[in-house]
C-alpha cells in the first residue's frame, strides 16, 4: 500500500454500536488545561517560596535555584499549549 492508502485506511471495524466520529471527537481538554493550571499555580507558590527562602535566610541563591527558576519560567509555556 502507499502512504497516502494506508493514511486513510481504518486498522480495524470499530464494535458493533459504536458509530465513529472523526470529524468533531469528544474531548477532555478543558480537564487537562484545568488541573495544569492548578498544578502550575502551586509550582509557582512553591518556587516564590524557595527563592526568598534562599535570598533572605540563607543569603545564598546557587545554581541550583536559578535553574529551578529558569525550569518555572519555562513550563509557562505549557498551559499556553494546551489551548
Same mark, same amino acid.
Given at each position: 500500500m502507499t502512504p497516502d492508502m494506508l493514511a486513510n485506511t481504518?486498522?480495524?471495524?470499530p464494535p458493533d454500536g459504536v458509530i465513529p466520529n472523526f470529524i468533531n471527537p469528544p474531548t477532555h481538554s478543558h480537564? &487537562?488545561?484545568?488541573?495544569?493550571g492548578v498544578f502550575l499555580?502551586?509550582? !509557582?507558590?512553591?518556587?516564590?517560596a524557595r527563592l526568598l527562602c534562599?535570598?533572605?535566610v540563607v543569603?545564598?541563591?546557587?545554581?541550583?535555584d536559578w535553574s529551578?527558576? &529558569?525550569a518555572g519560567v519555562?513550563?509557562?509555556?505549557?498551559l499556553i499549549? !494546551?489551548?
Amino acid at each position: 500500500m502507499t502512504p497516502d492508502m494506508l493514511a486513510n485506511t481504518p486498522s480495524m471495524m470499530p464494535p458493533d454500536g459504536v458509530i465513529p466520529n472523526f470529524i468533531n471527537p469528544p474531548t477532555h481538554s478543558h480537564w &487537562a488545561t484545568a488541573v495544569v493550571g492548578v498544578f502550575l499555580g502551586l509550582m !509557582l507558590v512553591m518556587l516564590s517560596a524557595r527563592l526568598l527562602c534562599r535570598a533572605i535566610v540563607v543569603k545564598n541563591i546557587g545554581i541550583d535555584d536559578w535553574s529551578a527558576l &529558569a525550569a518555572g519560567v519555562r513550563s509557562q509555556d505549557v498551559l499556553i499549549s !494546551l489551548d
